[in-house]
């Protein structure tokens, strides 16, 4: 039964677990991001590293890229973003890049999180830039996927006697 009283940050955080379960699908590691302005979802992307053989290919790059397509302009300066997993460095970058006020993370990556984790590559008061970030919402859903699936991949390949 869907609970009702969630809130907005619950809402399109679950559809970023959406987009994650997506990558899953794919094999790759699920990470799903949506980007929202104006109460609507303008954009999503799932990891897509393996499947595009392209290092680029990460959720946030990929819904970056679609919502600027969608508003006309690389500032998403009227833009929300929630994404299932701390960005790296390379999207932290991106996300200051694009002007984006607002991310909300599921759960935090200790090993290569840019978000508060081993940097905090969105509110450098060095650059231009900051980024409000709003942590663990939905985060037990979020994390419990990711280590899922690592547990599997670990499984798969102890199997495979690599």
């Known amino acids: ?7 907005q940050d619950e809402k399109y955080m679950k559809q970023a677990i959406k987009q994650a379960k997506k990558a899953y699908a794919l094999d790759e590691v699920p ?3 949506v980007i929202v302005a104006g109460d609507k979802i303008i954009a999503r ?17 990929s819904a970056i890229r679609k919502a600027s397509k969608k508003t006309g302009d690389w500032r998403l300066e009227e833009c929300t973003m929630y994404v299932t997993l701390e960005p790296c460095q ?5 996300i200051v890049q694009a002007r984006i006020p607002r991310v909300v993370i599921g759960a935090m ?3 290569a999180g840019c978000a508060g984790s081993i940097i905090n590559l969105l509110q450098m008061q060095q650059f231009n830039h900051q980024v409000q970030t709003d942590i663990g919402i939905c985060g ?8 899922t699936f690592f547990k ?11």
């Open 1 to 7: 039964m869907e609970q009702t009283n969630m809130t």
């Open 31 to 33: 990470i799903g991001c």
């Open 45 to 61: 992307g799932y990891n897509r590293r393996n499947t595009d053989k392209n290092p680029l290919a990460h959720a946030e790059l």
């Open 90 to 94: 390379m999207c932290a970058g991106a």
């Open 109 to 111: 990556n200790p090993k």
């Open 140 to 147: 037990d859903e979020c994390s419990t996927m990711l280590s």
């Open 152 to 162: 599997e991949l670990r499984k798969k390949r102890k199997l495979q006697g690599q």
